[in-house]
């Protein structure tokens, strides 16, 4: 038997073992590789209902789970086969319908030989911290929506003041109107309103859009056609402001796994800040390219004025803008989107215009 230097230890530790194995709070059985516990302390027992001698000798599958042949899924199986200390969590639901969870460790017990004969199995009950844990989400995305609402209230507001404003000037006019001079009045104070109730809309619909948690629907698609049908959209508008855009692809297709309409967005919202940010004949560069591992590395460049590195850090936050009229959620609702498709956007440093990358994981064609 291999030495472990604790023989020296002035502690009788045969004496006491069953004693400390009983005293855990952690369900304990030892398993052969029939299935068979052939060893459990008084806590796994006790969750039966039995004493560990009522629970020795049987088959742990008919015993602890009362199936009539090994559990799916059996983690100690895997244990015998691939000799690795494995960890998994389950999750159950009583007969009041709350949840419960267990950790279950499973860890192999090698012979002189280095065969594993026996599987250890530790089952703890981790409910307590997994509800823990859930609140804990639970109050920090409640926070963040407070945080939302009110950042939302502020900037509802102002719109919201203009066309108070508005709408009593009109009323005023009318009361005074009596040529067809002030019809240029009431026209222009028309259009102030419709631009703020424009304004309006889209700040709700940019915080609908940021707040959704709806899952995604991604299918292997080529990235390269997605970039298109974004640029479809907004031809008419690049075209009215002379903006040129050029697009670099390879000659294969970029696969991966998306979900068109979400990540069209994406595409939108970067072309557009683009926009925003070049004079008339500004350029924009998108490329697509697909690296060696299956990575897809997608770039939106333009050759505007850039953005500050004291910006730099602000410009995904929700609500920040640089611009007189910006909502200042098209780069948060970016994020987000491509953070849900396993990818990753970053602002590359330049010196000239502005660059974002984005790299998204390869779809398999066979997936
Ligand atoms: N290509 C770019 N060139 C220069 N500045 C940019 C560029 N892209 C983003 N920015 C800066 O980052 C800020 C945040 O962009 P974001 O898209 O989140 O909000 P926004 O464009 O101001 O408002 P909106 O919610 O309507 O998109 C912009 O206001 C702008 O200052
Ligand atoms: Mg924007």
Do not use: W
Request: aromatic share 8%; with cysteine; net charge negative.
């Amino acid at each position: 038997m291999k030495k472990t230097g604790r023989e020296n230890s002035d502690f009788p530790v045969q004496e006491y073992f069953q004693g400390v194995i009983d005293g855990l709070t952690d369900d304990l059985k030892i398993v052969d590789r029939d299935y068979r516990v052939l060893y459990v302390n008084r806590t796994a027992a006790r969750r039966l209902f039995k004493e560990p001698e009522q629970v020795l000798g049987h088959k742990c599958y008919e015993v602890f789970n009362h199936f009539d042949r090994p559990c799916p899924y059996c983690t100690t199986q895997k244990t015998f086969e691939t000799g690795e200390t494995l960890h998994t969590e389950f999750g159950y639901t009583d007969t009041e319908g709350d949840p419960y969870f267990f950790l279950l460790t499973t860890y192999p017990l090698r012979d002189p030989r280095g065969e594993i004969p026996y599987v250890v199995e530790i089952t703890r009950d981790v409910t307590q911290e997994k509800r823990l844990e859930q609140e804990v989400i639970r109050s920090r995305t409640l926070k963040a929506i407070g945080q939302f609402a009110a950042e939302l209230a502020h900037e509802v507001r102002n719109p919201l003041n203009a066309i108070s404003f508005q709408m009593a000037l009109l009323r005023k006019i009318k009361e005074t109107c009596t040529d067809t001079a002030c019809v240029g009045q009431i026209s222009e104070a028309l259009e102030i309103v419709n631009e703020e109730i424009a304004r309006l809309t889209k700040i709700t619909e940019d915080f609908l859009t940021f707040t959704r948690q709806e899952s995604l629907r991604p299918v292997l698609a080529d990235v390269r056609e997605v970039v298109e049908t974004a640029l479809d959209l907004l031809r008419g508008d690049l075209d009215e402001r002379g903006i040129k855009v050029t697009v670099e692809t390879g000659e294969d297709p970029c696969m991966a796994r998306i979900d068109r309409d979400r990540f069209r967005q994406v595409l939108v919202n970067l072309i557009r800040n683009a926009m925003d940010a070049l004079p008339e004949g500004g350029q924009i560069r998108i490329s697509v390219i697909q690296e060696g591992d299956g990575t897809c590395v997608l770039s939106v460049s333009d050759n505007g004025p850039g953005i500050p590195k004291s910006l730099a850090r602000k410009i995904f936050d929700p609500f920040f803008s640089g611009k007189p009229k910006g909502t200042g959620l098209g780069l948060s609702i970016v994020k987000n989107i491509v953070e849900a498709h396993g990818g990753a956007i970053a602002l590359v440093p330049s010196t000239s215009g502005t660059t974002f990358r984005i790299t998204l994981p390869g779809g398999n064609k066979n997936a």
